[in-house]
């Protein structure tokens, strides 16, 4: 794991809660990279609390299929990814972040495309930086602040898990080819959509956006097999 994820966990009564987002948003952001084992001890002093409620975060990641335990050293990993599973996880995103889209847009407000819009520069900042942490930060707070707005808690959840999955190798794929390499994103044509309140709009654009950048990460998985 690079970097630090300790964070303020003084109030004991959220501390399994706060435990389990600190290691959430680090796999969702990559920052606990595919392949490399770690320990519960090793995440508790990360975020400086017991491996008790890391016990508890990790095993409701491994039901998440984010996490997996290798049986014979205890140690956790991020489970391998397969062009199979990529594609699985493809197909599933197409199906959902595109309709979360789709149901926020009639309700889109002024606020909503300025928050968007703002978050945007922050990611083309990190583009021009070739901050890929920076981007993944940015990317994944755009797509999600579109999402959180279609009042559709089960598509959300979904969307959520799925992005736990994906995360860690989207910025090992995203860090090979460096920020100059990713596919220019349609984040332009999202927001113009929610502005117009029109959820094929919307919806299409979603839905190329995921497309461009899975097939970046499918050639990239094709060539490492």
Do not use: C
């Amino acid at each position: 794991m690079t970097g630090r994820l300790r964070r303020s966990l003084a109030d004991s009564t959220a501390v399994h809660d706060q435990v389990y987002d600190a290691i959430r948003q680090a796999l969702i952001i990559g920052r606990i990279a595919p392949g490399v084992g770690v320990s519960l001890r090793s995440l508790a002093a990360d975020l400086g609390v017991s491996p008790m409620p890391v016990r508890d975060a990790v095993r409701r990641l491994v039901a998440e299929r984010a996490l997996a335990i290798n049986p014979a050293n205890k140690r956790l990993s991020v489970p391998s990814l397969s062009a199979e599973r990529l594609s699985q996880l493809a197909q599933a995103r197409l199906w959902i972040e595109p309709e979360l889209a789709a149901r926020t847009a009639p309700s889109a407000d002024t606020a909503l495309i300025r928050t968007l819009q703002g978050i945007d520069a922050r990611l083309d900042a990190a583009l021009a930086a070739g901050d890929v942490d920076g981007y993944m930060i940015a990317n994944h707070a755009f797509h999600f602040t579109i999402y959180e707005r279609a009042g559709a808690e089960v598509l959300l959840s979904m969307a959520g898990g799925l992005w736990l999955q994906i995360g860690p190798f989207m910025r090992v794929v995203f860090g090979r080819v460096g920020t100059g390499s990713l596919p220019a994103d349609r984040h332009a044509e999202a927001m113009a959509a929610l502005k117009a309140r029109d959820p094929d709009a919307a919806r299409a654009a979603i839905a190329a956006d995921l497309s461009e950048g899975m097939d970046k990460m499918r050639l990239a998985v094709e060539a490492e097999a």
